[in-house]
């Protein structure tokens, strides 16, 4: 699962062969982005550390019980506030730096809608 946050960018797998008590794996692309997500949620997420993997295709990432990473969503859910996302993104200090990447992704899934729907994000064509 990918999860895009103001507090960053997430990819979500069920890894018990790393750590059978805690099998949820949050990963990220930089460290910063758990970091963030450990500095809004502390108190949530607990001591759980950030595991440095650079030879990984992640190179931070940290391991999870499943009710914390169910609690984790349902607060990140409770956080939305915004109209925009990527608007959202390009006002946060420590995300703005993802904006591009996040056009180009909402690009490449525009481009996937018209050619599945005929119609683009905006109407015909």
Known sequence: MWIFTRHGF????????MDAEHPVQIRARC????????GRWGALLGARPVIDTPQGDYPARMCVTGETFEALLRETARDLDYGNFKGEIGRTPGQADKLRAYHDIWGTM?????????????GAG
């Not at 460290?31 to 450990?38: F, H, N």
């Not at 018209?114 to 994000?121: A, D, I, L, V, W």
């Open 10 to 17: 997430f990819s979500i797998a069920h890894r018990p062969e």
């Open 31 to 38: 460290r910063e982005d758990l970091e963030a997500l450990r």
């Open 110 to 122: 525009a481009d996937y809608q018209r050619r599945k729907t005929g119609r683009g994000p905006y």
